[in-house]
């Protein structure tokens, strides 16, 4: 399944505003949260490029297997064919 950059960006909104909400029932200073969320941003934009190069890298591999020819050998024929070494 394809990385979703705007579901994963949600669902981190959402996780963030309900920690930001405990932190503040704890009284964590404002600055501290800003902090915290700023760090936690970097985690994840740098989480989001690690996802996207893997999505992209395995549809790249998918791409080349599909069009790689999948020969199946029945006979003895088939196999000869597939030898591509003239010596042999």
Excluded: C, P
């Excluded at 080349?64 to 196999?79: F, I, N, Q, W, Y």
Aim: aromatic share 10%.
């Amino acid at each position: 399944m394809a990385y979703n950059n705007g579901r994963e960006d949600r669902k981190w909104r959402i996780l963030k505003e309900a920690e930001e909400k405990i932190l503040r029932e704890h009284g964590v200073d404002e600055d501290t949260i800003e902090q915290i969320r700023i760090d936690d941003r970097a985690d994840f934009n740098f989480n989001r490029r690690f996802y996207h190069w893997t999505n992209d890298f395995g549809e790249y591999i998918a791409g080349m297997a599909d069009r790689e020819r999948s020969a199946e050998v029945k006979t003895v024929e088939d196999l000869l064919d597939e030898i591509e070494s003239e010596n042999l």
